[in-house]
T-cell receptor, first 113, second 115 residues
Framework: AQSVTQPDIHITVSEGASLELRCNYS??????LFWYVQSPGQGLQLLLK??????LVQGIKGFEAEFKRSQSSFNLRKPSVHWSDAAEYFC???????????FGRGTSLIVHP | NAGVMQNPRHLVRRRGQEARLRCSPM?????VYWYRQLPEEGLKFMVY????????ESGMPKERFSAEFPKEGPSILRIQQVVRGDSAAYFC?????????????FGDGTRLSIL
């Protein structure tokens, strides 16, 4: 069975600074990987996904993530954070042939002006 | 609005009452998933349904919880005889297909509070 770990519960950055949110997964084969964002009081919105191919994936809102098989990681990055990026971010992993992704517990992003 | 619609957004119940949560999937989606989210926790899968069929309910408590997705109308998650521990945010998601390659689209959730 697959699992996913988001080691950071909270991350605080200044507006305009770069951002990296960590995600590590456990799965025997090539996983399907997702990053979702959840703003307060709302549901999850898909930022980006990786299935195969280019290991650097571009998403919405200026986010990108890189799949590193050797490190079992799929970290989310953004070069310059905006105050509106303050939210909860969830990494999820799934296996081909299944339909239910496994979600990490989330990382709360706090943006200082 | 072509997104996943959940209602009500907030629901307050007293212990022992019933809670009904509704979910209308995105247009063209026939797969519905229910998740529960507790404070500072990720989403926990509860149940996966297609029209008139429960495909996987492995994440749903065996007692008091039930779900349906009738041929007509929204999917319903029902919690009978609610207890304080049922307080949580319940999210519905839908997808076009059942494979993981069909990403799930989420509603804004129902926040259930038990007095």
């Amino acid at each position: 069975a697959q699992s996913v770990t988001q080691p950071d519960i909270h991350i605080t950055v200044s507006e305009g600074a770069s951002l990296e949110l960590r995600c590590n997964y456990s799965y025997g084969a090539t996983p399907y990987l997702f990053w979702y964002v959840q703003s307060p009081g709302q549901g999850l919105q898909l930022l980006l996904k990786y299935f195969s191919g280019d290991t650097l994936v571009q998403g919405i809102k200026g986010f990108e993530a890189e799949f590193k098989r050797s490190q079992s990681s799929f970290n989310l990055r953004k070069p310059s954070v905006h105050w509106s990026d303050a939210a909860e971010y969830f990494c999820a992993v799934g296996a081909g042939g299944s339909y239910i992704p496994t979600f990490g517990r989330g990382t709360s992003l706090i943006v200082h002006p | 609005n072509a997104g996943v619609m959940q209602n009500p957004r907030h629901l307050v119940r007293r212990r022992g009452q019933e809670a009904r949560l509704r979910c209308s999937p995105m247009k063209g989606h026939s797969h519905v998933y229910w998740y529960r989210q507790l404070p500072e926790e990720g989403l926990k899968f509860m149940v996966y349904l297609q029209k008139e069929n429960i495909i996987d309910e492995s994440g749903m408590p065996k007692e008091r919880f039930s779900a349906e997705f009738p041929k007509e109308g929204p999917s319903i998650l029902r919690i009978q005889q609610v207890v304080r521990g049922d307080s949580a945010a319940y999210f519905c998601a839908s997808s076009r297909g059942e494979d993981i390659g069909q990403p799930q689209h989420f509603g804004d959730g129902t926040r259930l509070s038990i007095l």
